[in-house]
């Protein structure tokens, strides 16, 4: 809870309290008054401000506009002996009950991405006379040679002139499985080097290099995002002046009328009373209490199934989703590497996995621990021998006295081995041993055990534009949608691209329909501000997507995303049938009101009961379980 928020819950009890206390003290006159006023200011000083500040700006017909006058012409009331002044603190109390439920809903502002994203490079090595010198970034020309050493990040985009190497891309790309890289290729900055020293001649100036341009997205992408237009305050511009034209027309229509009549008085008070009546049972507190309400139940109940909802128009905009977009790694697969074939050659396949963990035991390279993990079994450290590592390339091992080779192709046309030419989804490891080929093993990411029933639920909504954008490569990403069930599919994005075309499937959206991306690492947090509603797999997600996104995922089950469109649904329907039903019950009072046929007590006793019923019917939304 916010600071403001706990200062607002002071207020009420403050207010709550004083009310409790006036209503059973025994005094009269203007002293009660006075004392009335004293937690009418505490609870309702910034809706009287804000209702003049309203006023001096051209905005006179909101919602605190309302409060206000409803409020001060119950105080009047009481004043002139014709009511009482509880109602004008009560009224104001439930108010800020509802802005409080509402306020506190509401997530983290996304200005605080751009801190949690540790990717912009602080340094740059450029060599002169022989000597490496560190400098800014962004004093390094294109065409430059720059050095990047084993834990440090690229700076600039460029390419390969000297050296190979693993990188890690999770920043850029989201695919956890390293990149190897060796001279003539393409590197991006904000990536950072594993093993060995490179020298990139740098292709961009910093400031148009990945690494800036991701950053650049994050701190404006938010400000793109179209706003889910608050209801209450939609709804107060056209009920309000209404209301307040039809008490003025109240307190004055009636008697002008009665003095152009013969032998009829024009009872002044008696019409100004019914008029302040009016405008105190006008007060929508059914409505201002009860939605913040359903969409804070929607909210809880939604925590409650593990989908955190940072705010109720969110939630709103969710009921309209025709577009769903999915990353790949970490959100529609495990995003952990894991053996998927063996394929032997001459030796058995227990043989060929055995070799290949023994051989990688030391490494602390994913592959490596992949192997490990399907191997299963303690390793005898005592069969194993010197090992050699071959920067992007594999490694060379002596296992029970046998020289073992594990790595990529790249290795065994190092040694001078022929091997298997296979073309599958995933990374292929090649063993040899003592120069003879020996087999190839398939590690590779696989669906999260969910993804193809969620996507079928997605289905069943109505929701038949589901996309896959990814940064893997275009064999990957092809059989992983295959396997969930996904047809248009996207790869080898970069987060800019990623961006570009959700906008596209944004701009190609029917009017009022949502685009929702789901995502989960530091590369997606600037198409998860971008998107209409954002998604994040909270469970391994990155604080950055985490942050950036409008609704987090707590245990990274993509069955949560059709779930919380249904929940988001409900909120929606229950709302309507709160708004309806308040509306309706609201009319009648007022005109039972306004013709003197019912007092000022009878409705509010109606507003009050359609506001405990517009509650229950609220806290239906907390029962998500079974939504």
């Known amino acids: 809870m916010t600071k403001k928020q706990k200062k607002m819950l002071s207020r009420i009890l403050f207010s709550a309290a004083g009310l409790a206390a006036l ?57 002139s002996g014709n009511g009482n002044y509880t109602e004008a603190v009560a009224v104001m109390l439930l108010y800020q009950t509802g802005e409080l439920f509402q306020g506190y809903a509401v997530g983290k502002s996304r200005k605080s991405i751009s801190g949690l994203m540790d990717i912009r490079p602080d340094h740059a090595n450029i060599e002169n006379d022989g000597v490496l010198l560190s400098v800014d970034p962004s004093q390094v020309e294109p065409g430059s040679v720059i050095t990047v050493h084993p834990g440090e990040r690229i700076p600039i985009d460029g390419c390969v002139v000297c050296g190979s190497s693993s990188l890690d891309t999770r920043a850029l790309t989201g695919e956890s499985l390293p990149r190897d890289v060796a001279v003539g290729d393409e590197v991006f900055s904000g990536s950072i080097n594993l093993i060995g020293v490179l ?18 997205l994050v701190e404006n992408a938010a400000s793109r995002k179209s706003k889910s237009e608050n209801f209450i305050s939609s709804f107060a511009r056209i009920y309000t002046p209404v209301v307040c ?15 152009a009549l013969p032998n009829t008085s024009p009872m002044w008070s008696v019409w100004l009373y019914r008029a302040l009546t009016f405008l105190v049972a006008s007060c929508p507190c059914a409505l201002v209490i009860s939605i913040p309400l359903t969409f804070f139940a929607g909210i809880g109940g939604a ?34 590497f894991k053996v998927t074939k063996l394929c032997p050659a ?9 070799y290949a963990a023994f051989a990688e035991y030391a490494s602390s390279h994913p592959i490596a621990k992949s192997l490990m993990s ?8 005592q069969r194993i021998g010197e090992i050699t590592e071959l920067a992007g390339k594999g490694v060379i091992s002596s296992v029970d006295g046998r020289r073992i080779a594990v790595g990529n192709k790249r290795l065994m046309e190092h040694l001078g081995i022929k091997c298997a030419d296979c073309v599958c989804h995933g990374t292929v490891v090649h063993v040899a041993a003592d120069g003879d080929y020996a087999g190839y093993i398939v590690i590779s990411d696989v669906p999260k055990v969910n993804a193809a029933e969620a996507v079928e639920r997605l289905n069943e909504l109505g929701i038949k534009d589901i996309v896959m954008l990814t940064g893997d490569r275009k064999e990957s990403a092809d059989a992983i949608a295959r396997d969930v069930g996904i047809s248009k599919v996207y790869s080898e994005l970069l987060p ?53 996104a409008d609704i ?43 013709t003197g046929l019912a007092g000022m007590w009878l409705a509010i006793f109606a507003d009050v009961g359609v506001m405990i019923l517009a509650i229950l019917n609220a806290a239906r939304a907390l029962a998500a379980k079974n939504t």
């Open 245 to 259: 034209i039809s008490a003025l027309l109240l307190a004055a229509l009636p008697p002008i009328i009665s003095i």
């Open 346 to 354: 001459g030796i058995p396949g227990e043989k060929l996995l055995e």
């Open 496 to 548: 800019d691209g990623k961006v570009e075309l959700t906008e596209r499937l944004i701009e190609k959206a029917k009017r009022g329909s949502k685009v929702v991306f789901v995502g989960d690492g530091i590369n997606d947090a600037p198409v998860l501000s971008r998107a209409d509603i954002g998604i994040a797999m909270g469970g391994v997600g990155s604080e950055a997507a985490i942050e950036g």
């Open 374 to 381: 399907e191997y299963g079994e303690s390793v005898d450290t």
């Open 552 to 594: 987090v995922l707590m245990d990274d089950d993509p069955l949560k995303i059709p779930k919380a469109i249904r929940i988001s649904k409900k909120c929606l329907a229950i709302v309507m049938q709160n708004t309806i039903f308040a509306i309706t019950v609201k009319v009648c009072s007022l005109i039972l009101v306004g």
């Open 199 to 216: 020298k990139i001649m740098t292709a961009k100036r910093f400031e148009e290099s990945t690494a800036s341009r991701i950053l650049e």
């Open 303 to 336: 925590g409650k199934a593990g989908i955190l909802i940072k705010g109720a128009s969110y939630l709103e905009a969710l009921s309209k989703t025709s577009c769903v977009v999915f990353d790949k790694t970490g959100t529609l697969t495990e995003g952990s």
């Open 23 to 79: 209503t059973f003290a025994d005094t009269d006159g203007l002293l009660r008054f006075f004392l009335y006023l004293i937690p009418y200011f505490i609870i309702g000083y910034d809706i009287l401000f804000d209702a003049v500040f309203g006023i001096l700006n051209g905005r006179i017909f909101d919602e605190n506009f309302l409060m206000a006058v409803a409020t001060v012409g119950a105080l009047a009331l009481g004043l």
